[in-house]
């Protein structure tokens, strides 16, 4: 194998072995912000992703660079990474001079920064388009197509890792919350019998006198219920004016 | 399975969870028809506990949930314990007789085979799927596989279902399973606070009374809760 290719194997295999290990987005995304610049020649990568506001925000970049970093950060509106994250496809432009048209803001930036060209991938998994890998050359030119095909893999396989890792963090969240929200339950349940036996009565008025306790003294249901359970609140003391 | 059925039922179910189906029970019923099996029942756990049924499809299994939920023990319980597949192809001779008192009535009720599967998330356990044979036999190749998926469908569907409850409450399709064990829990605050013992140990001795009197948890609860009973 050529150095190119050791080079985009092990970057492959990075990108997978993240889908079922431990999982940086900061690294990960600076990582593959390297990498694109060492496997395609270009000067500089950029990442950016939506937020949850549908605005590109920086994620990650080959340098820090000011210059880069401004360049990125001013695409929020307008730019190759908007582009492509609004229509999901390849956007290109291989020679920044020849027109300000396209992108007024960012083209001028662009070539004071010293580029040339830029090319902005989706990141794209199916419908859903999270962000953008943007390249950006020094010269003017394409990047050769089989290069584009190898970026375009790269940030599918980036798409997935972060779509995978965002699942399993809401998925964990939720069981989180649904365990909470189960053990609540019980706990209440099991204090209106404490209630009920404490100060006998029936489960309608132990109910009662907790969430009347509760509400006056400013606490939460699940807390009195959990301290009376554990008997370092007793149900007497609920009756106390 | 293939990918086309999985898409159907996958549809099907979000057709359901749109319109307020009972959905626990239709995925029971999804998985009796999709592995083949005799029946399925869908176990909330929290804690090592059978905590509540969001569905069965037929009265067997509902037996099967009731036994491990009175005794603690069976396949569920240890799927959901060990996070794995658990599976006993005989009940009536089963290879090691590490459940004395759930086979014998299970068998009774016309349980043969039974099988646990773990429904996870990542690193977090929610429960098990329950699945039976009414006659003795292995789960094959293709049903383990497809039993796996259905657990993993399952599992995403109580997330979603819990995504949409507000916040600190239980979603409301879940909440129909819990709602019947009410009287547990509070059978368990009494005895509590009758014998100055911890709510664990109370419901340690109401499931004990329960299965030494042959009654079901919730009958010696409700005793219990009426002050017609009284345990010492």
């Known amino acids: 194998m050529t150095p190119r290719e050791t080079l985009l194997t092990e970057t492959f295999v990075s990108l997978a072995d993240t889908l079922v290990r431990d999982f940086d987005v900061v690294d990960f995304l600076s990582m593959l912000s390297d990498r694109c610049v060492d496997l395609f020649g270009v000067g500089e990568a950029g990442l950016m992703l939506a937020g949850g506001d549908g605005r590109m925000h920086l994620a990650a970049s080959s340098s820090h660079q000011m210059h880069l970093l401004e360049l990125l950060e001013i695409q929020h509106e307008e730019g190759p990474c908007p582009d492509a994250y609004r229509t999901g496809v390849l956007v290109r432009c291989d020679d920044l001079a020849e027109t300000t048209e396209r992108w007024p803001t960012f083209t001028p930036a662009a070539l004071t920064a010293g580029f040339r060209s830029a090319t902005a991938l989706p990141m794209r998994l199916r419908d859903e388009v999270i962000g953008a890998l943007n390249l950006f050359g020094v010269d003017p030119g394409p990047v050769p197509d089989a290069d584009v095909a190898v970026a375009q893999a790269l940030a599918d396989v980036a798409t997935i890792g972060i779509l995978q890792h965002r699942a399993a963090k809401e998925s964990r969240l939720l069981a989180e919350q649904l365990q909470y929200a189960l053990e609540s339950r019980i706990v209440v349940e099991q204090a209106k019998g404490v209630i009920a036996q404490q100060l006998d009565l029936d489960m309608d008025q132990a109910f009662n006198e907790l969430r009347r306790y509760s509400r006056d003294h400013n606490k939460r249901l699940v807390d009195v219920a959990a301290a009376l359970v554990d008997r370092s609140l007793d149900a007497a003391t609920l009756r106390r004016p | ?232």
């Open chain 2, 1 to 232: 399975m293939d990918a086309d059925r999985l898409s159907k039922l996958l549809g099907d179910l979000e057709g359901d969870r749109r319109n307020g189906a009972d959905l626990g029970e239709r995925l029971c019923d999804a998985c009796v028809e999709v592995l083949d099996v005799s029946g399925a029942g869908i176990m909330l756990m929290a804690d090592g506990q059978h905590r509540g049924t969001f569905g069965v499809s037929n009265a067997v299994i509902n037996v099967v949930e009731e036994l491990q939920f009175t005794l603690g023990e069976g396949p569920c319980i240890d799927a959901f314990n060990s996070a794995k597949p658990v599976l006993e192809p005989n009940l009536v001779t089963p290879a090691s007789n590490r459940w004395p008192g759930f086979s014998g009535p299970a068998v009774k009720a016309g349980v043969r085979a039974v099988f646990g599967f773990p429904l996870r998330t990542g690193t977090a356990s929610l429960g098990a799927l329950d699945l039976y044979l009414d006659h003795p036999g292995d789960l094959d190749a293709t049903q383990m596989t497809d039993a796996v998926v259905m657990a993993e469908v399952i599992a995403n569907t109580v997330l979603a279902l819990q995504g949409a409850a507000a916040p600190g409450t239980v979603a409301p399709e879940l909440d129909a399973g819990l709602a019947s064990r009410a009287v547990v829990h509070q059978a368990s605050g009494m005895l509590s606070a009758q014998l100055d013992i911890t709510v664990d140990d109370s419901l340690v001795r109401i499931r004990a009374h329960a299965y030494t009197s042959d009654r079901s948890v919730n009958e010696v609860s409700r005793d219990i809760v009426l002050r017609q009973l009284l345990l010492d």
